[in-house]
């Protein structure tokens, strides 16, 4: 996974712990101490200082000195931990597999667990503002939520993405409380995926093929 803070400045990491820094656009780049063996599955900055990572077995990692030294969070799961979210330095989620959704409001110091009332792997995390957000993924299925009150409460919804089957979704980005995107496995022989765009906040969906 990368992450760009600035049009030079950005971070990828990876399996075993991995983070790369660069402060020249890519052209050369600085390994940072993760401090974990763990693979490293989402990172975001929130500024150039500070940033988070969640992976494998419940790891979530900050930083307040743009990624000289990392500090474990205590998540309170053991669940693989897949994509995060901060929609400011205090308010967070992060999702993972078996329908894990963790909320913080004190910059990841503590961790509470949201239930939407399903059992199955979440892949992706996107907040609109601080209460309108969206989590994506599925187990055989497309899964889709949707919460309009900062986590309280998830709302199922069952999207019609034009597949032969229902495919798990990957990756979700909205840019404001109508207009979004989701990103999906594919089911046709002569593509490798879908990506779907909802106009009506995830109540209909157009969905286009991206070809091998």
């Given at each position: 996974?990368?992450?760009?803070?600035?049009?030079?400045?950005?971070?990828?990491?990876g399996?075993?712990?991995?983070?790369?820094?660069?402060?020249?656009?890519?052209?050369?780049?600085?390994?940072?101490?993760?401090?974990?063996?763990?693979?490293?599955?989402?990172?975001?900055?929130?500024?150039?200082?500070?940033?988070?990572?969640?992976?494998?077995?419940?790891?979530?990692?900050?930083?307040?000195?743009?990624?000289?030294?990392?500090?474990?969070?205590?998540?309170?799961?053991?669940?693989?931990?897949?994509?995060?979210?901060?929609?400011?330095?205090?308010?967070?989620?992060?999702v993972?597999?078996?329908?894990?959704?963790?909320?913080?409001?004190?910059?990841?110091?503590?961790?509470?667990?949201?239930?939407?009332?399903?059992?199955?792997?979440?892949?992706?995390?996107?907040?609109i503002?601080?209460?309108?957000?969206?989590?994506?993924?599925?187990?055989?299925?497309?899964?889709?939520?949707?919460?309009?009150?900062?986590?309280?409460?998830?709302?199922?919804?069952?999207?019609?993405?034009?597949?032969?089957?229902?495919?798990?979704?990957?990756?979700?980005?909205?840019?404001?409380?109508?207009?979004?995107?989701?990103?999906?496995?594919?089911?046709?022989?002569?593509?490798?995926?879908?990506?779907?765009?909802?106009?009506?906040?995830?109540?209909?969906?157009?969905?286009?093929?991206?070809?091998?």
């Amino acid at each position: 996974a990368t992450f760009f803070m600035f049009y030079n400045t950005g971070w990828i990491i990876g399996s075993n712990g991995f983070i790369k820094n660069t402060t020249n656009t890519g052209l050369d780049w600085v390994e940072q101490n993760s401090g974990t063996t763990l693979t490293l599955k989402a990172i975001q900055f929130i500024n150039q200082n500070t940033g988070w990572i969640c992976g494998e077995a419940g790891l979530i990692i900050k930083t307040t000195d743009g990624g000289q030294s990392w500090a474990e969070m205590l998540s309170g799961t053991s669940e693989l931990l897949t994509d995060l979210f901060f929609y400011d330095l205090n308010i967070g989620y992060v999702v993972g597999l078996n329908e894990t959704i963790l909320k913080t409001t004190n910059g990841g110091i503590n961790w509470v667990t949201q239930k939407s009332g399903s059992a199955y792997d979440l892949y992706s995390v996107d907040f609109i503002d601080s209460l309108l957000g969206y989590a994506v993924g599925g187990r055989d299925s497309s899964d889709f939520l949707k919460t309009m009150d900062g986590g309280l409460t998830w709302e199922k919804k069952t999207l019609a993405l034009g597949a032969i089957n229902s495919p798990v979704i990957n990756c979700v980005e909205f840019i404001d409380a109508n207009v979004g995107w989701v990103g999906s496995e594919g089911q046709f022989l002569n593509h490798s995926g879908n990506i779907s765009k909802t106009t009506d906040g995830g109540e209909t969906w157009s969905s286009y093929s991206l070809n091998r």
